[in-house]
T-cell receptor
Framework: AQSVTQLDSHVSVSEGTPVLLRCNYSSSYSPSLFWYVQHPNKGLQLLLKYTSAATLVKGINGFEAEFKKSETSFHLTKPSAHMSDAAEYFCVVTPRARAGSYQLTFGKGTKLSVIP | DSGVTQTPKHLITATGQRVTLRCSPRSGDLSVYWYQQSLDQGLQFLIQYYNGEERAKGNILERFSAQQFPDLHSELNLSSLELGDSALYFC?????????????FGSGTRLTVV
């Protein structure tokens, strides 16, 4: 079984300050992990993914995440928040190497607000 | 534009009715997945089709069904609709294969049952 816990339902930061969105996972298999972003009234966009290569993963728009197996964490960070980063962010886990069937398990989401 | 096309974007219908949501996957993708996003349940996996065949089922109600056609587009049929079925329904597609590279999501169909 697999599960994802996003530790904060809402995070508020000032523009230009760092962003930290926390995610812990549980998986019976070696997991693949993703972060998706959803802007208001929009679909889900892939930010970045971890699939067993480098543990520090760089994504789009300056975001990055670090896979820490010992802590079962995959926190999302960005050095400097921009107004356009205001959105909802989802941490996602899926078991790796199950050919043909990749059911994503989503966290509940973290809503990021950016204050001017 | 993600390459995954969902129609219609919005749908308002009455309880007890039946609707069909359509999804065209990204070119070259063989797998189609349906997800439901509601305020109380969050994002939940409903069903997956791979090259025309059902591959996996999630929390899909018996009143719901889906299929994938030879041209790889997929339809999600929702019948005997209830107020609680109001949600955003996403379709996603992937190539399918040995490793999951992440899905490409469509922009969703917002279903409102009144």
């Amino acid at each position: 079984a697999q599960s994802v816990t996003q530790l904060d339902s809402h995070v508020s930061v000032s523009e230009g300050t760092p962003v930290l969105l926390r995610c812990n996972y549980s998986s019976s298999y070696s997991p693949s992990l993703f972060w998706y972003v959803q802007h208001p009234n929009k679909g889900l966009q892939l930010l970045l993914k971890y699939t067993s290569a480098a543990t520090l993963v760089k994504g789009i728009n300056g975001f990055e995440a670090e896979f820490k197996k010992s802590e079962t964490s995959f926190h999302l960070t960005k050095p400097s928040a921009h107004m356009s980063d205001a959105a909802e962010y989802f941490c996602v886990v899926t078991p790796r190497a199950r050919a043909g069937s990749y059911q994503l398990t989503f966290g509940k989401g973290t809503k990021l607000s950016v204050i001017p | 534009d993600s390459g995954v096309t969902q129609t219609p974007k919005h749908l308002i219908t009455a309880t007890g009715q039946r609707v069909t949501l359509r999804c065209s996957p990204r070119s070259g993708d063989l797998s189609v997945y349906w997800y439901q996003q509601s305020l109380d349940q969050g994002l939940q996996f409903l069903i997956q089709y791979y090259n025309g065949e059902e591959r996996a089922k999630g929390n899909i109600l018996e009143r719901f069904s889906a299929q994938q056609f030879p041209d790889l587009h997929s339809e999600l049929n929702l019948s005997s609709l209830e107020l609680g079925d109001s949600a955003l329904y996403f379709c996603a597609s992937s190539v399918g294969g040995a490793l999951p590279q992440g899905y490409t999501f469509g922009s969703g169909t917002r279903l409102t049952v009144v």
